[in-house]
């Protein structure tokens, strides 16, 4: 059974230009999650869609993410513009359920702006 | 504002020996508490839990306590393996999201 992956592995992208993000969940799971390590910080939550809906995006930091899931498979994350302090490893992770169950995470997407 | 806390960045033992990494939390809403192992340009990958109606949970050489009142958890490991090397993520959860904290990188010397 394949995991959760994401893509691109790597980016490098200049100040004010466009970068989107793809996760593709583990098959059947409704639960899907983005989270963003900034070097040597905590992982942390951005957002959580229950199928295709939003359950929870208080942790996006502003109007320049856009996640979207449409249908309820896999999910884009676009940042627009990039500042540099969007750097980072953005993860994917998708649940079957809630409550006492473990998400699965992807390899990460390595952002960085220059 | 943190609710997951690991207050050491590092710990290095022997090859043999037992690790203990530690984690403190604030919020008494979490119910449900798991240790991730992150290895260089890969993802975290789940290690074990526990919920919190328990005190212990027990994994082959992986054990994790958890101290309610405290809001305190802690994974024993025993023996330490080099392969063990990694840095460890505890993540508390209160149903919906998890909440992580920074991670500790463990060395383990043979």
């Known amino acids: 059974e394949a995991g959760v992956t994401q893509f691109p592995s790597h980016s490098v992208i200049e100040k004010g230009q466009t970068v989107t993000l793809r996760c593709d969940p583990i098959?059947?799971?409704?639960?899907l999650y983005w989270y963003r390590r900034v070097m040597g910080k905590e992982i942390k939550f951005l957002l959580h869609?229950?199928?295709?809906?939003?359950?929870?995006e208080s942790g996006m930091p502003n109007n320049r993410f856009l996640a979207e899931r449409t249908g309820g498979t896999y999910s884009t994350l676009k940042v627009q513009p990039a500042e540099l302090e969007d750097s980072g490893v953005y993860f994917c992770?998708?649940?079957?359920?809630?409550?006492?169950?473990?998400?699965?995470f992807g390899q990460g997407t390595r952002l960085t702006v220059v | 504002d943190q609710q997951v806390k690991q207050n050491s960045p590092s710990l290095s033992v022997q090859e043999g020996r037992i690790s203990i990494l530690n984690c403190d939390y604030t919020?008494?809403?979490?119910?449900?508490f798991l240790w991730y192992k992150k290895y260089p340009a890969e993802g975290p990958t789940f290690l074990i839990s526990?919920?919190?109606?328990?005190d212990k949970n027990e994994d082959g050489r992986f054990t994790v306590f958890l101290n309610k009142s405290a809001k305190h958890l802690s994974l024993h490991i025993v023996p330490s393996q080099p392969g063990d090397s990694a840095v460890y993520f505890c993540?508390?959860?209160?149903?919906?999201?998890?909440?992580f904290g920074t991670g500790t990188s463990l060395t383990v010397i043979p």
């Open positions: 992770a998708s649940r079957l359920g809630t409550g006492d169950t473990e998400a699965f």
């Open positions: 098959s059947g799971h409704d639960n």
């Open positions: 869609f229950v199928k295709e809906s939003k359950q929870d």
């Open positions: 919020n008494s809403m979490f119910d449900y």
């Open positions: 526990i919920s919190s109606i328990k």
């Open positions: 993540a508390a959860s209160p149903g919906n999201q998890f909440y």
